[in-house]
């Protein structure tokens, strides 16, 4: 398991980082894949569990938030989610109409896709737009990648007390400390790193200390993201939602601790660093 996950996340880091560099559309893009096949397998979690949400609605849902944050930033939000709403929920008056008694329930599961991944997903496209937006993603991407890998490893060595005996056992306190330590320490070891690649601690904002606000935050609260995936597929009574990543399990398995991070990060940073 380790060896795969190891193996997965490292032949993805140099696409990664090219895509963040190259060209905003390009990251936008690999997004929009990556976030777009979570909603899919989020669709196909549900209806395992007996729910029957629009598979149409939710991953449209969900790249036209994309694209709406690529194009405009938050200008679309004041029409586009009311739409989507109205959208969503007149498609499942149609199905109630031929039949299906728990439409009701259907256009909540619906809603909860589209505005659960889409929104906080599509703030990966809003880091990238930032003022040295390739950096403060990258900063991003790797805290919440230490805080992923850090409880990670921490939890299979010395983890010993529950951290959510009921929703996720293997999860244990010492994990979820080590990971905001790991955190706290290793991002700004990469900030140093990045300042060897021509950035400007004092013209970017992205100083020594913020990494490591970033790195703590980024271990504190997406933990919370992989719990909510965690509550989702404890009642379905699934182990993943999909099997797309060795070592990982589902696209939707790899983004539940991102959905968390990506607001944390963006919100963090241009009330506090820019």
């Not at 899919?40 to 449209?60: D, I, M, N, T, W």
Request: aromatic share 14%; glycine share 14%.
């Amino acid at each position: 398991m380790l060896k795969q996950r190891t193996l997965v996340t490292f032949s993805a880091l140099p696409v990664a980082v090219f895509a963040i560099f190259v060209h905003p559309a390009v990251i936008g893009l690999v997004f929009l894949v990556v976030f777009g096949l979570a909603a899919h397998e989020y669709v196909s979690l549900l209806k395992a569990g007996g729910q029957r949400p629009s598979g149409f609605f939710v991953v449209g849902g969900v790249v036209a938030i994309f694209l709406a944050r690529y194009l405009t930033g938050f200008a679309a939000d004041a029409w586009l989610l009311p739409l989507l709403a109205m959208l969503t929920l007149t498609r499942h008056l149609w199905a109630y109409e031929r039949g299906r008694d728990e439409a009701g329930t259907d256009f909540l599961a619906s809603l909860g896709g589209i505005f659960y991944i889409g929104l906080l997903g599509s703030f990966f496209i809003l880091l990238r737009a930032l003022p040295n937006g390739p950096w403060w993603l990258m900063t991003a991407l790797f805290g919440i990648w230490l805080g992923d890998s850090g409880a990670y490893l921490i939890g299979s060595a010395w983890g010993k007390r529950p951290l959510t005996p009921r929703l996720s056992p293997r999860k244990t306190w010492e994990g979820y400390l080590g990971g905001i330590l790991t955190g706290t320490i290793f991002l700004p070891l990469f900030a140093l790193l990045f300042y060897q690649f021509g950035l400007d601690p004092a013209a970017s904002g992205l100083t020594l200390g913020r990494a490591a606000i970033l790195g703590a935050l980024t271990g504190i609260f997406p933990t919370l993201g992989d719990l909510g995936e965690s509550m989702l597929k404890r009642q379905i009574g699934v182990k993943d939602s999909g099997h797309v990543l060795p070592g990982h399990g589902g696209m939707f398995d790899r983004v539940d601790s991102w959905l968390w991070g990506a607001p944390i990060a963006y919100f963090t940073i241009i009330w506090f660093f820019l």
